[in-house]
């Protein structure tokens, strides 16, 4: 019963076919066929700075000569298409041909213990630095003999400036001697690395030691392509480099920002909003390198780049693309004939029971009372919510939703007549002593109230599904995944197999308590109380009947001054806050303007909003301090 | 995935929450592939899941979710692959260091020196070499162990069945010399079986008389022993031979039961073969394995409520005779709720394996089928 | 690296592992030193109040105490107890304090045992030496095996490894795993970057309670896997432990690592030697299967029971297998809750090298696997 939707995708897959299918081209066109700086970065050291999930690993592993050429010798493939011409678009391609020979190296843990042996620092980067070259020339040269496409005799490499003696210290420029000495440096500087005790300076493997540059010597590489032959530019992307120790990754970008550098070089690394300065905390340094951005190296940010907007709708699609992918291989759905993944979670608007809408009228008339509204001034209310209605897009009109706007109208004229302001309520008032009004706030305050007073499913759909998955592509497959295996039962059970309202929302709901149930992570307890506790009081202020945040709050706010020393400080709610949005509990946006004031947002993810029951559009934030944050986390 | 089976299921069970569905549906394919449906009685087409819903249906449906959930959380399934474990562990766990405390003994030495000395070494060999390993049923498969222990232990030392002949104890006593011209007679002999519940059919004493498969073996060791020394030839095992009596599987119950009684026998059988009897297994079940009550009253509830009084009579038919009234509880009222792969076993509850007519009362549907020549 | 002895490993279990240490450590002429955790974990203590009692002064220890960040205050407690504990058993013992991570937050637990081991002065009367692998986390108690073997392999004296083991107190202690799966420190495995053939991996991940997020991340750490082999507990003390980690592993099992059910490897829970033999001719059987066609990579992950890690250690040591795990950034634990101390620990000895064993192989080769250049300590005279 494998459905394909709960493997965590690409880093699992293990053919590369598979891998095509399902990978998006989107990031390339995103982020780096409309970068300003696209002419140079094959040649400059590049920074790639990717959220997690935004997909960069992807990206990585897309780019790689061998799926690029696996790519290229099937053209009639619908997916090869599009995958080229993105590939052509980021400049990989040059006329139908390959441009660049990539090969992804991920710096994996073996790359940090170097900084643990007892040697100097500019030895341990050394020998990190000969490492990677001898992997990146040894990947370069599988990749490029994979599929027996090529043999190692008809590869030649070209070097530009570069000495008798350094050639010689490469290997040559023929493929083979090229092979055999990143081998021999590879395995002498692997047995130190490996080593329980590792030897004396004096006693280090010369191998280890004799000076390795082919970054500096190599600028091409001349093969066969399709009978003739090809020049192309060579390019190695080091994957995850905020792996490596700080002080290590400063000494290691130095070196490989160095002007002699021929070879392409990337270094992708995961986003920290929280601490700009870790991650960048070379700015600074590599300024005393006399580095500076833009002129000595680029960064492409893979995430906000773009409006909001269009970043949604660029996931939107990209999922849909996924999901569509997916589906026709879940063992349940074989031999069917299935329509695209969006029409199975339909956004047909849930309709209330008789019963349930009894209730409801009864309630809304004992606010009525509550509030001292006439029976005038109700209708003139309902009046206003008709004309809205009628004039919305919005394909959820139905009649529960105008009772509930209703009500929360109800609520802010008692308020805004009444002499008492009652103290539980905020300074903060987004609309103070205007006339009452029925807008889209209104109606989706209305909705959050209806899931609470009636349990009318809040969170269905396409484009709430993909909300609530943050932009990232791997929650999309679980959330989805959750769904997909609540249709097998209907194929069991012989029912159609789109899910209806109240089912999506079941089902997300559940799935997102169990993701959460699941964090394992440092400080995941602490995590999980403080999106809880603000989560609680997220709620009840949105689900007070005058709504004062429309659609509700989902976030807090901290004045971004206060946030700026909490992250300077040793302080372990930093930690707490990092591991939060790691590992996707929450998003937090610096700067952010409201009300003349500049915040720090930390938004609660959309699996924490599913949970709680909170709405998934973004805006409404409760405001606080650190304290109110080291309190919840407790 | 078996839509068909689970759709059954499904409806059996009336779960109206999908929620449910969906999850119950994970977790019963999952148990299927990875256990269940290896089930030795089932067949393409009909394995754990459609038996499984033919099972619930014979319970009124008030009573389905306490079989449901018995079949969930009380459910013991011991596999092939869990059993081969037990049948290779026999003889590095069990055999090795029992003989290495023996050649300590007669080196003069703690157990732990054995390795480092040569006298210890030799008596180790001496002492395996004279060791007869004996099958007491198929399960015992013997040829499994015998496989796992090529090496270290010949064909000649191993014996599928225990109703040896008379040709075949002389061909034993010429090939013990085979690897030494020193041993003429084994001095220790292992019986192996693959499971018991109760001891019972092993050693029993009722109505003042001893039974059971020792009993039996004793008997045919002192009628071999006459038989090859009529010929003028030596028996190929030692009097007074120290006898081990080893389980792959058994229980507490089990455990305690053959270790009072075989101490009994050594004391009282004037015509016993042997000089020491112990009792080993390799996997031991808890007491707390057996269904009781306070604890699980639903289940046994089921037991009376879904019992046919056929079963017992086609037990006494077949046994001639039993220690109990009926057999809602399994043989031997043991109530284990255990299945093993090849076959379930008669002291687990009926209501797992048992299949009658309905001619005088409940039709039992079994779950996993017991095939047996009595009940 | 032959050790053919481990065939009949010299091992005791329970009640016996009194009876053997009576015999064996009232010696006088047993020196040895104790190496072991000096932490919260409640069985920290047990094994060495048994030497303690046979050994006297004869007895000399090296407890580790492993710092991990900001622990609970609770823990911190307990963990002061135990080495208080230690000390009155062990006078004149050196608590070592080693970091767990470095300040980048990084793993680096293998690097610091081992210069602790390396700087530690081991008596050159010391004629054993016991690694009580009990409440030591795999990334201390890995390295630390393997040097201390080494050393003792070196000098002919004899290795012990002791544990005792409860799972349902492990299934009470609940960890945090850190961001990034890696090798134990000296168990990277061979280098096979050269290789003229594919190298085909076979993942050997120890299925435990409530480690389901640590065992995915160190799943999706190694890649092309050929086959995964789920290790789960039979027999065990529950005869449902088994199938309570199937049903919790559900979804790897069946979505995210497709394993075949045969693939699945049961284990015994009390006895290491059931898990090494089975490891090894796991190995064997798969080095012969794809000899020639394919190189064969064994990655083991023992993130449970220290019985089944000690089985896996002997692998790995015996067929230079790498180990792959991820470290704890935090424990959680009550020591309060009933099923703590409802069941009793159960004990297991082990005899790896020394004279017991001279009967039956030459002392092993000294050590060639791709570290230790350097010794420590003198070369025996």
């Known amino acids: 019963m494998a459905n394909p939707f709960l493997r965590r995708a690409t880093e699992y897959i293990r053919d590369d076919t598979t891998f095509l299918e399902i990978v998006s081209p989107a990031p390339l066109t995103t982020f780096l066929a409309e970068h300003p700086r696209k002419a140079d970065i094959f040649d400059l050291p590049i920074r790639v700075v990717g959220a997690p999930g935004s997909g960069k690993t992807m990206l990585a592993m897309l780019a790689e000569f061998r799926l690029v050429e696996m790519i290229l010798r099937d053209p009639t493939n619908d997916t090869n298409k599009q995958l080229s011409v993105a590939l052509a678009g980021a400049g990989f391609l040059d006329d139908g041909k390959p441009a660049v020979a990539a090969v992804r190296i991920p710096m994996e843990s073996e790359y940090r213990d170097f900084w643990e042996l007892p040697y100097e620092d500019s030895v341990k980067t050394k020998l990190a630095l000969w490492l990677v070259q001898a992997r990146t020339m040894l990947g370069l040269l599988r990749g490029l003999t994979n599929g027996d496409h090529r043999r190692l005799d008809e590869i030649r490499f070209i070097a530009r400036d570069a000495s008798e003696a350094q050639l010689e210290q490469i290997g040559g420029l023929t493929a083979a001697g090229i092979r055999d000495r990143a081998l021999e440096v590879q395995r002498a500087i692997y047995s130190i690395g490996a080593s329980l005790l590792p030897p004396d300076i004096d006693k280090l493997p010369k191998a280890a030691t004799d000076p390795y540059q082919p970054f500096e010597c190599i600028q091409e590489i001349d093969i066969p392509w399709m009978g003739g032959r090809l020049t192309i530019k060579p390019l190695a992307i080091l994957d995850d480099v905020h792996a490596l120790h700080p002080d290590q990754f400063e000494q290691i970008f130095t070196a490989l920002a160095r002007r002699e550098i021929k070879f392409g070089r990337w270094l992708m690394m995961r986003l920290d909003a929280l601490s700009p300065g870790a991650v960048f905390r070379s700015a600074r340094s590599v300024a005393t390198h006399n580095l500076k951005p833009d002129r000595d190296y680029v960064d492409i940010f893979m995430q906000g780049g773009e409006s909001r907007d269009k970043e949604r709708r660029r996931f939107r699609d990209m999922a849909a693309d996924m999901a569509d992918r997916y589906l026709p291989r879940v063992t349940a759905f074989r031999n069917r004939n299935l329509p695209p993944f969006r029409r199975l979670v339909p956004d047909e608007p849930p309709r209330l029971s008789e019963a349930k809408m009894r209730e409801l009228e009864a309630l809304i008339d004992r606010d009525q009372r509550r509030f001292d509204v006439t029976p005038a001034r109700r209708a003139t209310i309902e009046e206003l919510v008709a004309g809205y209605l009628a004039g919305t897009q919005s394909g959820d009109r139905e009649r529960e939703v105008s009772l509930a706007m209703v009500r929360v109208l109800m609520a802010r004229y008692a308020n805004r007549v009444s002499d008492q302001q009652v103290s539980l309520f905020e300074d903060f008032d987004p609309e103070p002593r205007t006339p009452l009004k029925a807008n889209a706030a209104v109606a989706e305050a209305a909705r959050l109230h209806l899931q609470a007073l009636s349990g009318r499913a809040l969170h269905y759909g396409f484009d709430a599904l993909c909300d609530a998955s943050n932009e990232n592509a791997e929650l999309f497959l679980q959330l989805a995944g959750a769904l997909v295996a609540r249709m097998e039962t209907q194929a069991i059970r012989g029912r159609v197999l789109a899910l209806p309202a109240n089912a999506q929302q079941d089902v997300l709901r559940a799935k997102a308590a169990e993701i959460m149930d699941g964090w394992a992570f440092p400080f995941a307890r602490h995590v999980r109380a403080m999106v809880d506790g603000i989560a609680a009081d997220c709620r009840e202020v949105s689900l007070l009947p005058h709504a004062r945040l429309g659609a509700g709050a989902n976030a807090v706010g901290v004045l971004e001054e206060e946030m700026g020393k909490l992250l300077l400080a040793n302080d372990e709610l930093a930690l707490i806050l990092k591991y939060a949005v790691a590992h996707g509990a929450i998003e937090v946006t610096r700067n952010y303007g409201q009300g003349s004031k500049d915040w720090c947002l930390i938004e609660l993810s959309g699996v924490v909003a599913l949970s709680h029951g909170l709405t998934l559009r973004r805006g409404g934030f409760l405001e606080r301090d650190t304290d109110y944050l080291r309190e919840k986390g407790a | ?375 | 690296m032959a050790h053919d002895h481990w065939e009949n490993c010299v091992a005791h279990f329970d009640a016996q592992v009194d009876v053997f240490a009576k015999e064996y450590f009232s010696q006088a002429d047993v020196h040895c030193l104790l190496v072991a955790a000096a932490g919260f974990d409640p069985r920290s203590i047990g094994i060495a109040t048994l030497l303690a009692g046979h050994l006297g002064d004869r007895l000399s220890g090296l407890f580790v105490r492993e710092e991990r960040g900001t622990p609970d205050a609770g823990l911190v407690t307990l963990a002061d107890q135990n080495a208080e504990q230690l000390r009155a058993l062990v006078p004149g013992c050196e608590i070592a304090a080693v970091d767990i991570f470095g300040n980048d937050n990084a793993p680096v637990a293998g690097a610091r045992i081992a210069s602790v081991i390396r700087d530690y002065d081991i008596a050159d009367e010391t004629t054993d030496i016991v690694l009580d692998m009990t409440a030591l986390s795999i990334g201390v108690a890995f390295p630390a095996a393997r040097l201390l073997l080494d050393h003792c392999e070196r000098r002919g004296i004899a290795f012990h490894i002791m544990i005792a083991s409860n799972p349902e107190l492990d299934d009470a202690i609940a960890s945090e795993p850190a961001d990034r799966p890696m090798a134990v420190r000296g168990f990277a495995g061979t280098d096979h970057s050269d290789a003229a053939l594919e190298i085909s991996r076979i993942w050997v991940p120890q299925l435990a309670k409530g480690r389901s997020a640590a065992l995915t991340a160190i799943g999706r750490s190694i890649r092309d896997t050929y086959k995964i082999c789920p290790v789960v507990p039979f027999p065990a003390r529950d005869p449902r432990r088994a199938d309570a980690l199937i049903a919790e592993y559900g979804t790897q099992l069946i979505d995210e690592w497709q394993v075949d059910p045969r693939d699945l490897v049961y284990v015994s829970e009390s006895n290491p030697l059931d898990c090494y033999r089975t490891l090894s001719t796991l190995t064997k059987r798969y080095a012969d299967a794809v000899d020639q066609i394919f190189v064969p990579s064994i990655i083991l992950s023992p993130v449970g029971s220290r019985v089944m890690a000690a089985g896996a250690l002997m692998a790995a040591i015996e067929h230079d297998l790498p180990v792959q795990y991820i470290e704890t950034v935090r424990y959680d634990f009550d020591p309060a809750k009933p099923a703590v101390t409802a069941a009793p620990d159960m004990r297991v000895h082990l005899l790896l090298s020394g004279p017991a064993y001279s009967e039956l192989d030459a002392p092993p080769a000294a050590t060639n696997w791709p570290s230790a250049p350097k010794t420590f300590g003198d070369e025996p005279a």
């Not at chain 2, 010429?174 to 079986?193: N, S």
């Not at chain 2, 056929?310 to 109990?324: P, T």
Request: include cysteine.
């Open chain 2, 1 to 375: 995935m078996n839509l068909f089976g689970l759709r059954l299921i499904a409806q059996i069970m009336n779960w109206t929450d999908d929620g449910v569905a969906t999850a119950e549906y994970t977790w019963l394919s999952l148990m299927a592939a990875t256990k269940y449906d290896g089930y030795s009685d089932f067949r393409a087409g009909s394995r754990f899941t459609e038996n499984f819903a033919i099972w619930l249906k014979q319970f009124d449906a008030e009573d389905r979710q306490t079989a449901y959930d018995f079949i969930k959380r009380r459910l013991v399934y011991i596999s092939n692959a869990e059993l081969y474990r037990a049948i290779e562990a026999f003889y590095p766990e069990t055999v090795t260091p029992h003989l290495r405390r023996l050649a300590a003994q007669q080196a003069g030495i703690q157990p732990h020196e054995v390795w480092g000395s040569g006298d210890g070494v030799a008596a180790f060999k001496r002492i395996k070499r004279r060791s007869l390993f004996i099958g007491m049923s198929d399960g015992s498969r013997i040829d499994i162990m015998r496989r796992a222990n090529s090496g270290r232990i010949t064909q000649e030392q191993v014996v599928p069945m225990m109703n040896i002949g008379t040709e075949k104890w002389l061909d034993l006593a010429k090939k013990i010399k085979e690897a030494d011209a020193g041993d003429t007679q084994f001095e220790h002999v292992y019986l192996i079986d693959d499971f018991t519940a109760s001891g019972t059919t092993f050693i029993r004493f009722k109505d003042g008389k001893w039974n059971g498969k020792l009993q039996k073996f004793n008997d045919m060791l002192i009628g071999a022993r006459e038989a090859v020394e009529a010929q003028g030839k030596t028996f190929p095992i030692v009097e007074n031979y120290a006898l081990h009596i080893h389980h792959y599987v058994s229980t507490t119950q089990a455990h305690e039961a053959l270790l009072e009684r075989t101490e009994r026998a050594n004391r009282e059988w004037s015509d016993r073969t042997f000089g020491s009897i112990d009792v080993t297994q390799g996997t031991l079940l808890p007491a707390s394995l057996k269904l009781t009550a306070g604890r699980d009253d639903a289940v046994i509830a089921l037991c009376e409520k879904y019992y046919n009084h056929d079963l017992y009579l086609r037990l006494i038919e077949h046994a001639g005779e039993a220690e109990q009234s009926d057999l809602k509880m399994g043989y031997a009222d043991c109530a284990l709720p255990l299945i093993l792969e090849h076959n379930t076993p008669n002291n687990s509850i009926p209501l797992l394996w048992a299949e009658t007519t309905g001619e005088n009362g409940h039709a039992m549907q079994p779950l996993f089928r017991r095939r047996d020549r009595h009940g």
